[in-house]
C-alpha cells in the first residue's frame, strides 16, 4: 500500500496528536517537557517562506529526520488500526506499510475510508496484494495461505544494512571513540586541512607552545580530544 503525499497530506491534528502520545511515553524532567512542547508548537505553526512571502503552515509533517520519520510511523500505525483494526498484522516505517491478513482485504472499504475520515489519498496495486512474501530469492507461506515467515525479520533485513549490537552506552561511546581515534591517516588529514601554517601557537591553561611538524599537531589534537 502506497501514500500518494504522505508528508504533506498530514492533517496538523493528527500529527499534534502524535506528539501527545509520545510525550507519555518519556519519563521528561520539567526542561525536557518544556523542551519537548516548544518542538511540538513550532511543528504546529512554523513559519516558511514561500517566493519571498512568509506564511504559517497549517498541516502536513516537516520531513527529512529521523524523528519526523518516526512520527509519520505512528501516525500511519494509527490510521491503520484504525481503519482495519484486529482484522490484519500491520508494520510500518514511514509511508510504508506491510499489511499480513489470514483473509481477504477489502481494498475499496480501505481506500476510502484513509480518504474520508483522514483525508489521506492511497495506491493500491492489485499486483502487490499476494498470498505470500518473496524475499531474497525464497517465497515465505505459513497455514491457510497466511504470510508469516517472520515478517518482522524481513522488514529488518529490508531497512537495515546491519544488526544491531547490544551494548551499554559506554561501551558504544568507547568503540566510537577508538575507531576514530585508530584512522590515523584521516584524523592527520583533518588537522592538516585545519591548521594551514606548517607553524602554529597554541594558548594552552599553563603552557605556550609551538609546533613545527604534523605529527606534533596530531599528537596535540589527540590529547585535547580526550581529556
Same mark, same amino acid.
Request: hydrophobic residues 40%; glycine residues 4%; contains cysteine.
Given at each position: 500500500?502506497?501514500?500518494?503525499?504522505?508528508?504533506?497530506?498530514?492533517?496538523?491534528?493528527?500529527?499534534?496528536?502524535?506528539?501527545?502520545?509520545?510525550?507519555?511515553?518519556?519519563d521528561l524532567t520539567v526542561r525536557e517537557k518544556?523542551?519537548?512542547?516548544?518542538?511540538?508548537?513550532?511543528?504546529?505553526?512554523?513559519?516558511?517562506?514561500?517566493?519571498?512571502?512568509?506564511?504559517?503552515?497549517?498541516?502536513?509533517?516537516?520531513?527529512?529526520?529521523?524523528?519526523?520519520?518516526?512520527?509519520?510511523?505512528?501516525? #500511519?500505525?494509527?490510521?491503520?488500526?484504525?481503519?482495519?483494526?484486529?482484522?490484519?498484522?500491520?508494520?510500518?516505517?514511514?509511508?510504508?506499510?506491510?499489511?499480513?491478513?489470514?483473509?481477504?482485504?477489502?481494498?475499496?472499504?480501505?481506500?476510502n475510508v484513509l480518504s474520508q475520515d483522514f483525508?489521506?489519498?492511497?495506491?493500491?496495486?492489485?499486483? #502487490?496484494?499476494?498470498?505470500?512474501?518473496?524475499?531474497?530469492?525464497?517465497?515465505?507461506?505459513?497455514?491457510?495461505?497466511?504470510?508469516?515467515?517472520?515478517?518482522?525479520?524481513?522488514l529488518a533485513k529490508a531497512t537495515f544494512s546491519?544488526?544491531?549490537?547490544?551494548?551499554?552506552?559506554?561501551?558504544?561511546?568507547?568503540?566510537?571513540?577508538?575507531?576514530?581515534?585508530?584512522?590515523?591517516?584521516?584524523?592527520?588529514?583533518?588537522?592538516?586541512?585545519?591548521?594551514?601554517?606548517?607553524?602554529?601557537?597554541?594558548?594552552?591553561?599553563?603552557?605556550?607552545?609551538?609546533?613545527?611538524?604534523?605529527?606534533?599537531?596530531?599528537?596535540?589534537?589527540?590529547?585535547?580530544?580526550?581529556?
Open positions: 500500500m502506497d501514500y500518494s503525499s504522505f508528508d504533506l497530506s498530514l492533517h496538523d491534528r493528527l500529527i499534534q496528536l502524535a506528539f501527545s502520545e509520545l510525550e507519555t511515553v518519556y518544556k523542551i519537548f512542547r516548544l518542538v511540538k508548537q513550532y511543528h504546529h505553526r512554523c513559519r516558511v517562506s514561500i517566493r519571498g512571502e512568509l506564511v504559517t503552515r497549517k498541516h502536513g509533517l516537516l520531513s527529512g529526520s529521523m524523528f519526523t520519520n518516526f512520527l509519520g510511523t505512528l501516525i #500511519n500505525l494509527a490510521m491503520i488500526d484504525a481503519t482495519l483494526g484486529d482484522t490484519c498484522l500491520s508494520h510500518a516505517c514511514g509511508d510504508d506499510n506491510l499489511l499480513i491478513s489470514t483473509h481477504p482485504l477489502n481494498v475499496t472499504r480501505l481506500k483525508q489521506m489519498s492511497v495506491v493500491i496495486d492489485s499486483e #502487490n496484494v499476494k498470498s505470500d512474501v518473496f524475499f531474497l530469492g525464497f517465497r515465505f507461506r505459513g497455514q491457510d495461505n497466511m504470510c508469516v515467515g517472520s515478517p518482522r525479520l524481513i546491519e544488526h544491531f549490537l547490544d551494548m551499554s552506552s559506554d561501551e558504544r561511546l568507547g568503540l566510537r571513540v577508538s575507531s576514530i581515534l585508530s584512522n590515523y591517516t584521516n584524523m592527520l588529514e583533518l588537522v592538516s586541512k585545519l591548521i594551514k601554517d606548517l607553524t602554529v601557537s597554541v594558548s594552552l591553561p599553563e603552557e605556550r607552545v609551538t609546533l613545527t611538524s604534523e605529527k606534533e599537531k596530531f599528537l596535540l589534537y589527540k590529547k585535547h580530544l580526550l581529556i
